[in-house]
């Protein structure tokens, strides 16, 4: 069992930053890739980035590639999302999640990842 916790959420101006953070408890961290959704009021959750058990490789979908950017620490079992330039269609509940096992075919889709947080909340005004 892993357990998620998201912090670093907030309201901040139209090209403004923000860093969220995941911290993790339970079974080996390293062991999981870690990723990031958000879900806009009315929209499906999305994927926004992932990461794999080393920090080797990072994906991201298209709307945000340049503006954030995924890492981890395994040594404090924590990933992180830097968010830059935030744009006011970025607001969303984001979700930390983990995956035990993911392919390069599966990265992207919801229902790969095993555990997820309670989710945090990024407003971007205009």
């Known amino acids: 069992q892993v357990q998620l916790v998201e912090s670093g959420g907030g309201l901040v101006q139209a090209g403004g930053s923000l860093r969220l953070s995941c911290a993790a408890s339970?079974?080996?961290?390293?062991?999981?890739?870690m990723g990031w959704f958000r879900q806009a009021p009315g929209k499906e959750r999305e994927f926004v980035a992932a990461i794999s058990r080393s920090g080797s490789s990072t994906y991201y979908v298209d709307s945000v590639k340049g503006r954030f950017t995924i890492s981890r620490d395994n040594a404090k079992n924590t990933v992180y999302l830097q968010m830059n330039s935030l744009k006011p269609e970025d607001t969303a509940v984001y979700y930390c999640t983990a995956a035990g096992q993911l392919t390069i075919a599966t990265i992207k889709h919801r229902a790969e990842y095993e555990y997820w947080g309670q989710g945090t909340q990024v407003t971007v005004s205009s």
């Open positions: 339970g079974r080996t961290f390293s062991s999981y890739y």
